[in-house]
């Protein structure tokens, strides 16, 4: 089944959550913010992450995305930041400036891309020289840790084995994406880990509320409203009752610099 990104009703699924402290303290420790005027967010969605850097001190963001309407409720989000502007774009033609900026953020992309060279390319022209590239994404082996009160999606291979290929078939190795990285001119990079709280729910019911909206997460539509609805239950099952859930993703991510 899949989400279609360029469908209205999903077009608010990637605004509902804020930056979490916890990326921003590794986005702080692995470049220096304080000396970006312009970032370029590829594959933005609704604009969470263009409003953390904004939040984080860049002076001017441009988001991309090849929905417009994800780039619509992105716009809304963003209404009350005036240095954020948005772009219809893709990650082989972003649509801005060669040499232009001095940050590239990448995050949750990458997954959706077969070509890394092409993206790769892209953003090499895209970065001044000395620019910082952040690439955010699961590997393989970041998908199938096991459940828990805190790796939520742990349980959906769980209880739906047959996600585990969707799942590990769209993800690069760390390897291949270092060594993309390195054929098309990167230097410095670097790989790192990263536990990122993914949202705090008060109740186990809000949680279940969002899974069963399938609220920012791209596999759950490829489950059908029945298995939803299976999912649901097992987690409800799984989890404690009553508790103060802090959910989080184990992501990889890769530093390079141009």
Same mark, same amino acid.
């Given at each position: ?5 360029? *469908? ?26 304080? #000396? ?43 209404? #009350? ?33 077969? #070509?890394?060279? *092409?993206?790769?390319?892209?953003? &090499? ?11 955010? #994404? ?16 742990? &349980? ?44 705090? &729910? ?57």
């Amino acid at each position: 089944m899949g989400i279609d990104f360029h *469908s209205n009703k999903n077009k608010s699924s990637y605004t509902t959550r804020k930056a979490d402290k916890s990326w921003v303290e590794a986005i702080n420790t692995l470049v220096p913010i304080d #000396d970006m005027a312009v970032a370029l967010d590829v594959g933005c969605g609704g604009g969470i992450y263009c409003k953390a850097l904004s939040d984080m001190g860049v002076n001017f963001v441009t988001g991309v995305d090849f929905s417009g309407a994800m780039l619509d409720a992105a716009k809304v989000h963003c209404k #009350d930041y005036h240095n954020i502007s948005f772009n219809h774009g893709s990650a082989f033609e972003t649509g801005v400036e060669s040499n232009r900026f001095d940050l590239l953020l990448e995050r949750a992309l990458i997954h959706h891309i077969n #070509d890394l060279r *092409s993206c790769f390319t892209e953003g &090499y022209r895209v970065l001044k020289d000395g620019g910082y590239y952040i690439i955010q #994404d699961r590997t393989p082996e970041d998908c199938l840790l096991a459940g828990s009160d805190q790796h939520i999606r742990g &349980y959906f291979f769980e209880r739906f084995p047959k996600l585990i290929e969707k799942e590990t078939k769209r993800r690069h190795s760390s390897q291949f994406v270092i060594e993309t990285l390195n054929e098309v001119g990167f230097k410095h990079i670097e790989e790192i880990k990263l536990w990122e709280t993914r949202k705090v &729910y008060d109740t186990k019911e809000q949680l279940l509320k969002d899974v069963r909206a399938r609220t920012g997460r791209s596999i759950l539509h490829e489950l059908d409203n029945e298995e939803l609805k299976q999912l649901v239950k097992h987690l409800d099952q799984s989890l404690p009752a009553d508790i103060n859930i802090i959910e989080k993703d184990r992501w990889t991510i890769w530093k390079a610099v141009k």
